[in-house]
Structure formats: structure tokens, C-alpha cells
T-cell receptor, first 112, second 109 residues
Framework: ETGVTQTPRHLVMGMTNKKSLKCEQHLGHNAMYWYKQSAKKPLELMFVYNFKEQTENNSVPSRFSPECPNSSHLFLHLHTLQPEDSALYLC???????????FGPGTRLTVT | QKEVEQDPGPLSVPEGAIVSLNCTYSNSAFQYFMWYRQYSRKGPELLMYTYSSGNKEDGRFTAQVDKSSKYISLFIRDSQPSDSATYLCAMNRDDKIIFGKGTRLHILP
């Protein structure tokens, strides 16, 4: 595996379910990110981790819970989501906090 | 005023033409400027990354930053149908990262 991988690629969940999104980067980067991409809106930064420490939480509702066990893995735990949370969730990594980022293919989430 | 403004398009140009994509921004503190290409149902792909004002060239792509005017551009020479995608500008300082909405580009064969 190379680059940034994300699983699952597609997820349909009910509002009462609990699920997790997984991201893994094979680039040796120190920073990892979660983004939300909705139709007709700019990419929204959700969380930033630098050297496994969370450095940014962009006013994200508590129904989204990130976890970064090491510099290569990032999770996004989901529970009691709302239909408006349906979107493409993208993971990214970068060598340092500033500059260009490398994105995974995303998880298309549908909340029913 | 939004921090980053980008015309959503769509922009349609004939194959072989030079494409010009632009973003304006309001926060003079931004230091790093990026362009990403995103194909349908894929994650964004980093194309260009610049730090200072001036031009940076990579193959058919040239990124231009004018900090005095708070204006960045991406030029694509000899455009190909495979360049049809959404192009996102982005800029950051520390952990603050702002993306434009993206411009949809269609290269007509």
C-alpha cells in the first residue's frame, strides 16, 4: 500500500449506529487531518493531529470523535449522527503542519 | 468578505488552450499556497505548493502568487481532456487551513 488509504470507501448507517472510519498513511508524515466535504461547500477542516497530539478541533460536534494511536493511523468514531452529516470524509497527511497535504480517497458516508 | 474566493465555474476551454484559474484571499497572514486537482469520486491531489510570491513551474503547470494583491493563479498549458476536474486552491498559516470552493474545469476535445 502506498500513500494514504481509507476504509471503508462507502458507509451507510442509521442515526443510532456507531461506526468508525480508518485512515492509514504510508508516507512517514507527522501530521494527519480529517476533513468533511459536502456538495457546493469548501472542504471543512475537522481535526488536526501533529505527532499524535490533537492540535485543532474546528468546533466539531461531539458525535464525531477522533483517535490517533500513532503517527500512521487515524480514526474517526461516529455515533448518533444526523442526516446532514452525510458527506465525503477525507483523511490527509503532511510532513509538517504547514504546506501541502496528501489526501486519501475518502469515505462516502450516508446517514439514514 | 470570505477568506478565500474562487469562481466555481464551470469553465470550458478547447483542448490545447491555456487555462487560467484564480483565487483571491483576504488574510494577509497566509504563508503557504496550494493547488489541488480533484477528479469525481476521488480525494484531492496536490499539484503545486508555493511559499513566497512569484512563479513556480512544474511541467505544464505554473503557480503564481501575488501577495501584494492577495491573488493566486494556476496556469495549465497545452490543456488535455484528462485535465478535466475540479481545481481547489488552499492556503494556510500554522494550523489554519482554508480551501476555496473549487473551479470545475472541462477541456473540450
Amino acid at each position: 500500500e502506498t500513500g494514504v488509504t481509507q476504509t471503508p470507501r462507502h458507509l451507510v448507517m442509521g442515526m443510532t449506529n456507531k461506526k468508525s472510519l480508518k485512515c492509514e498513511q504510508h508516507l512517514g508524515h507527522n501530521a494527519m487531518y480529517w476533513y468533511k466535504q459536502s456538495a457546493k461547500k469548501p472542504l471543512e477542516l475537522m481535526f488536526v493531529y501533529n505527532f499524535k497530539e490533537q492540535t485543532e478541533n474546528n468546533s466539531v460536534p461531539s458525535r464525531f470523535s477522533p483517535e490517533c494511536p500513532n503517527s500512521s493511523h487515524l480514526f474517526l468514531h461516529l455515533h448518533t449522527l444526523q442526516p446532514e452529516d452525510s458527506a465525503l470524509y477525507l483523511c490527509a497527511s503532511s510532513p509538517r503542519r504547514q504546506g501541502g497535504q496528501y489526501f486519501g480517497p475518502g469515505t462516502r458516508l450516508t446517514v439514514t | 468578505q470570505k477568506e478565500v474566493e474562487q469562481d466555481p465555474g464551470p469553465l470550458s476551454v478547447p483542448e490545447g488552450a491555456i487555462v487560467s484559474l484564480n483565487c483571491t484571499y483576504s488574510n494577509s497572514a497566509f504563508q503557504y499556497f496550494m493547488w489541488y486537482r480533484q477528479y469525481s469520486r476521488k480525494g484531492p491531489e496536490l499539484l503545486m505548493y508555493t511559499y513566497s510570491s512569484g512563479n513556480k513551474e512544474d511541467g505544464r503547470f505554473t503557480a503564481q502568487v501575488d501577495k501584494s494583491s492577495k491573488y493566486i493563479s494556476l496556469f495549465i498549458r497545452d490543456s488535455q481532456p484528462s485535465d478535466s476536474a475540479t481545481y481547489l486552491c488552499a492556503m494556510n498559516r500554522d494550523d489554519k487551513i482554508i480551501f476555496g470552493k473549487g473551479t470545475r474545469l472541462h477541456i473540450l476535445p
